[in-house]
């Protein structure tokens, strides 16, 4: 009988779940999307103090406060369920997109528009498989699920975030990463306010400056700090 | 002028299609596309083989009849006209010239490069419409239009449900033909009434007739003959997200077709 109802239940979340139209979808996404990025620049602000003098100290004082503030404890469920969200309707999304066409073009589109925004897919992959190594670098690392290195505390990230870009590889990776990361954000905060219907002559052309000047920005940032080690440590 | 032309032939819709290669010869730069097609036809009909099926009407640029996705990019090389409206003058002497038809899931293939476009048809039918009859031509200014909104309902009426949006975007998404329909039929009076239900109705139609979602590349607007705006794009989310949110008794769950 539970189960009876267990998979009544389960076949009409999912029914509801498939059903929501395109742009329902697409807003979701948006808003998943901006939430994200608000949150990177928070996160950029705290990476930089990796940059000041004082041996970590500051960057030390941050992440304990993120990690033991009960505030943002209660953020960084809204977090994970934010990447949740967004990472799951964007394959969702990239798959219909590719069913909807089945049979290709034999010479490929020479349409001239923003060329990479069509790769939002493939520069999200690669984020995504930057977020994986990035929590068994840090947060399974925090929590316990993976051993630190060698002679570091499970808390010390600073030391860990030395020991990593010690890895001229990984910190080459990382970079890597963020470049995409920047191309993702570049098409993507315009797209956001197109999605969620704000898109108006009057500021549009704005919007798309502001969008890209942070998605430098953001790129940039992050990319300065494994550049700061591998050149002056 | 000579061209090699490697063309799409399919004869049906259940067999399979390959591009097939013909050359065309003595072409003057001055005639439409079309002619030269027509030529290739003749040629064709002389060699006793089948000529190229491709849709045409009005070859005038408005009925939205003719299609053609032509060295990458629908209606061909020229911005903001349709294929009917092409000439050889813009094209090189020697070009090859790749000829396919629109590719969406939504528009299978019926015949070479005709497609059967009557999806777009049933999105019209679930709501673009004004149910009531409006009458005649009222007299000026007893309904009052702001400016504005007359120029840009307009625009978006110019909109001649050709299909190019769908066949340039990577995601075959007819976002900008529904847009536009949407923004034509509800910046104006007459269609404001039946707003909320319409766009939610030519939405969930579209999305039924398996055309993609929108992901902002704007190929579209690049493509239209028209220059149909990406604007009109936002204006439709913004409806449906006004719709859905607010509205309390016109919600629409999917209706079958
Ligand atoms: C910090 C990380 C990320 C941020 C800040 C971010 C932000 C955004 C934003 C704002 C959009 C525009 C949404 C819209 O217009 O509807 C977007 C689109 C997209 N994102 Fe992300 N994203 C991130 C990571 C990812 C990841 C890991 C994936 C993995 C699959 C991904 C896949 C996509 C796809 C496929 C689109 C395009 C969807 C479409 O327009 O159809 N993103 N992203
Ligand atoms: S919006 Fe433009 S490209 Fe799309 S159907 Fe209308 S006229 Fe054709
Ligand atoms: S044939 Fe009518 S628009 Fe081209």
Same mark, same amino acid.
């Given at each position: ?100 066409? /089945? ?44 051993? /630190? /290195? ?84 | ?142 309904? /009052? ?113």
């Amino acid at each position: 009988m539970i189960l009876f109802f267990s998979i009544a239940l389960k076949t009409y979340c999912m029914n509801k779940l498939l059903q929501f139209s395109s742009i329902t979808g697409k807003v979701i996404m948006a808003l998943a999307g901006v939430f994200l990025v608000t949150f990177l620049g928070v996160h950029l602000g705290i990476n930089l103090l990796l940059l000041s003098d004082d041996g970590g100290r500051s960057f030390s004082v941050a992440a304990e406060f993120m990690s033991s503030n009960p505030l943002i404890r209660i953020f960084e469920i809204v977090l994970f369920a934010g990447f949740l969200v967004h990472i799951v309707l964007g394959l969702v999304v990239s798959r219909q997109n590719r069913a909807s066409r /089945p049979v290709g073009y034999v010479v490929a589109n020479r349409t001239e528009t923003s060329f990479l925004s069509k790769y939002m897919l493939h520069s999200g992959i690669v984020v995504l498989i930057f977020l994986a190594l990035h929590f068994s670098d840090y947060y399974f690392v925090k929590i316990g699920l993976v051993a /630190p /290195p060698e002679g570091i505390g499970p808390h010390d990230f600073y030391a860990m975030t030395l020991h990593l870009f010690s890895s001229t590889w990984y910190a080459l990776f990382y970079m890597f990463c963020f470049v995409l990361l920047g191309i993702h954000l570049n098409h993507a905060i315009q797209s956001a306010f197109q999605t969620m219907g704000w898109n108006h002559t009057r500021y549009m052309g704005a919007v798309k400056v502001a969008g890209t000047i942070y998605s430098i920005a953001i790129s940039l940032g992050f990319m300065v700090i494994p550049l700061y080690f591998i050149l002056f440590r | 002028m000579n061209y090699t032309l490697k063309i799409w032939r399919q004869k049906s819709a259940k067999e399979r299609g390959e591009m097939v290669s013909y050359q065309v010869s003595g072409i003057s730069a001055e005639i439409s596309f079309f002619e030269m097609l027509d030529i290739l036809n003749q040629q064709l009909i002389a060699e006793g083989g089948d000529p190229v099926a491709f849709d045409h009407d009005c070859r005038e640029g408005i009925c939205g009849t003719c299609s053609l996705y032509i060295n990458g990019r629908p209606h061909g090389p020229v911005r903001g006209v349709t294929t009917c409206q092409l000439h050889m003058r813009s094209f090189s002497d020697g070009e090859v010239i790749h000829i396919e038809p629109w590719r969406s899931k939504a528009f299978p293939v019926v015949r070479d490069l005709v497609v059967d476009r009557s999806a777009l048809d049933l999105i019209i039918q679930a709501g673009g419409y004004v149910s009531v009859n409006s009458g005649g031509i009222p007299d000026a200014n007893t309904i /009052p239009v702001p400016k504005h909104h007359a120029d840009t309902a307009f625009d978006a009426a110019a909109c001649i449900g050709c299909g190019a949006c769908v066949a340039a975007c990577p995601n075959a998404a007819a976002m900008l033909f529904v847009s536009a329909k949407v923004s034509h039929l509800s910046l104006l009076p007459q269609g404001k009434a039946e707003a909320v239900k319409r766009v939610q109705k030519m939405v969930a139609r579209m999305d039924e007739l398996g055309f993609g979602n929108c992901s902002n590349t704007y190929a579209c607007e690049v493509e239209c003959p028209k220059l149909i705006s990406v604007t009109n794009i936002a204006r439709m989310n913004r409806e449906f997200l006004s719709a859905k949110l607010f509205s309390e008794k016109e919600k629409i769950v999917r209706d079958s077709i």
